[in-house]
């Protein structure tokens, strides 16, 4: 069974910084996505970032950006430039090629300090 | 265009009460998942549904918990004779697709918060 770890419960920045938060996940498979999507405190889960697993070029939208070690299954969130809008929940997730289930890690909650 | 939209938004019940959750999902969106999150935790995927297909019903955590889709469009979970352990925030997702499209990600409601007393 595919499991999603984040190891980080808790994190915090200093606003205009740049903080890393950290995702592993363990399959067996080759085909793949992964994902980070954010939750404020108003509960609603907003897509960060998506990786295809095939592409090895590392996905980047705006200050986010993600490092995708395939072979480690290791798939960090990058946040530049933080912002206090940034302070969230963030989970990552994995999504098989031909499954439905998305795999969620447990959380890593993220404050922002001014 | 509306996103997903989950109510009530807050549901107060008694311990052994039955209670019906709803999620309307985006227009076009042939799947629709439900998770559970308790309080401080991630996502528990509960149920999946795709089309007309037989829902994945695999997350589903007993007996006491059902849901129902209706085609493409609502769906609603049950959950009878509650208990204390099933107060959370039950999220509804909805996606384009379940296969043709596997990188599309889901879409998310606001979530019903059950509290059970």
């Known amino acids: 069974a595919q499991t999603v770890t984040q190891s980080q419960p808790e994190m915090s920045v200093q606003e205009a910084e740049t903080v890393t938060l950290s995702c592993t996940y363990d399959?067996?498979?080759?085909?793949?996505?992964l994902f980070w999507y954010k939750q404020p405190p108003s509960r609603q889960m907003i897509l960060v970032i998506r990786?295809?697993?095939?592409?090895?070029q590392n996905a980047t939208e705006n200050r986010f950006s993600v490092n995708f070690q395939k072979a480690a299954k290791s798939f960090s969130l990058k946040i530049s430039d933080s912002q206090l809008g940034d302070a969230a929940m963030y989970f990552c997730?994995?999504?098989?090629?031909?499954?439905?289930?998305?795999?969620f890690g447990p959380g890593t909650r993220l404050s922002v300090l001014p | 265009g509306a996103g997903v939209s989950q109510s009530p938004s807050n549901k107060v019940t008694e311990k052994g009460k039955d209670v019906e959750l709803r999620c309307d999902p985006i227009?076009?969106?042939?799947?629709l998942y439900w998770y559970r999150q308790r309080l401080g935790q991630g996502l528990e995927f509960l149920i999946y549904?795709?089309?007309?297909?037989?829902?994945?019903k695999s997350g589903l955590p007993s007996d006491r918990f059902s849901a129902e889709r209706t085609g493409e469009s609502v769906s609603t979970l049950t959950i009878q004779r509650t208990q204390q352990e099933d107060s959370a925030v039950y999220l509804c997702?909805?996606?384009?697709?379940?296969?043709?499209?596997?990188?599309?990600?889901?879409?998310f409601g606001d979530g019903t918060r059950l509290s059970i007393l």
């Open positions: 997702a909805s996606s384009p697709t379940g296969t043709a499209s596997v990188d599309q990600p889901q879409h």
């Open positions: 399959t067996s498979e080759s085909d793949y996505y």
């Open positions: 990786q295809e697993a095939y592409k090895q």
């Open positions: 997730a994995y999504r098989m090629n031909y499954g439905q289930n998305f795999v």
């Open positions: 227009s076009g969106h042939t799947a």
């Open positions: 549904f795709q089309g007309n297909s037989a829902p994945d």
